[in-house]
Nanobody, 122 residues
Framework: QVQLEESGGGLVQAGGSLRLSCVAS????????MGWFRQAPGKAREFVAV????????DYEDSVKGRFTISRDTAKNTVYLQMDSLAPEDTALYYC???????????????WGQGTQVTVSS
């Protein structure tokens, strides 16, 4: 069983930065597609960024392209989401997600973390 533990959320002013971390246990991330999703109050959960199981490809939701960067450290079995130029509309509960061999999508996720809150003040 894979467990995902997020950290790094918090309150930041618009224009600021945060780095989210997701530590995986139970399986190496070299066998997992990993991703970040978010859910704002009253809205559906949405895709933010993913990284392929071999680390060779990444993909981003259009509104975060150029501002967010997904990366990983296989030695630490950890995936990161560096978030720069944060805006109030980025405020949401951010979830780490994993899928065996394939990249997670809105409809295909094998494992979820508990989420970490990101709040951006204007």
């Amino acid at each position: 069983q894979v467990q995902l533990e997020e950290s790094g959320g918090g309150l930041v002013q618009a224009g600021g930065s945060l780095r989210l971390s997701c530590v995986a246990s139970g399986q190496t991330i070299t066998q997992l597609g990993m991703g970040w999703f978010r859910q704002a109050p009253g809205k559906a959960r949405e895709f933010v960024a993913v990284i392929r199981f071999d680390g060779r490809e990444t993909d981003y939701e259009d509104s975060v392209k150029g501002r967010f960067t997904i990366s990983r450290d296989t030695a630490k079995n950890t995936v990161y989401l560096q978030m720069d130029s944060l805006a109030p509309e980025d405020t949401a509960l951010y979830y780490c997600a994993a899928r065996r061999r394939f990249t997670p999508t809105n409809t295909h996720v094998d494992y979820w973390g508990q989420g970490t809150q990101v709040t951006v003040s204007s």
